[in-house]
């Protein structure tokens, strides 16, 4: 186990820290160290005491708001994932009802193409009996 000294509020203090964690604990210890001088900068003379229970409120406040943030965040995928899934199924079904307007179109030109094969063979049919000589 590593030891690491930091410094908080001017103080130093020596804590224990997994190997490799040296400095992750470091870069934490200053961010302590940065919140407790902005408090001490507002509230004033207060006890040490007072003054890290303000900055672990102060810390928790900002940890809450990210977890809010994140959940948030969180539900907002979740409902693009939906929105994006219910899109997908629409989109499937337009393919299926696109896919059947053409089925339906083909067969109605075969027909049409059949009805205009009638109609002009009944149109030569009348040309031959009007054509001279006919």
Do not use: F, W
């Not at 995928?77 to 899109?87: M, P, V």
């Not at 075969?110 to 009007?130: F, G, Y």
């Amino acid at each position: 186990m590593a030891q690491v000294t930091i410094e908080i509020n001017g103080r130093s203090h020596v804590v224990g820290c997994g190997d490799g964690e040296e400095d992750r604990l470091r870069a934490l210890s200053k961010y302590i160290d940065t919140k407790v001088r902005e408090l001490a900068g507002q509230v004033g003379a207060v006890g040490e005491a007072r003054l890290l229970l303000l900055t672990c409120l102060t810390l928790a406040d900002e940890l809450g708001e990210a977890y809010q943030d994140a959940e948030a965040r969180r539900a907002a995928s979740e409902g693009l994932e939906a929105s994006a899934r219910d899109a997908e199924l629409r989109a499937g079904d337009l393919q299926s009802r696109i896919a059947e307007v053409e089925a339906s179109l083909a067969r109605r030109d075969d027909v049409l193409t059949r009805d205009l094969d009638r109609i002009a063979q009944r149109l030569s049919a009348v040309a031959e009996r009007l054509a001279p000589g006919g």
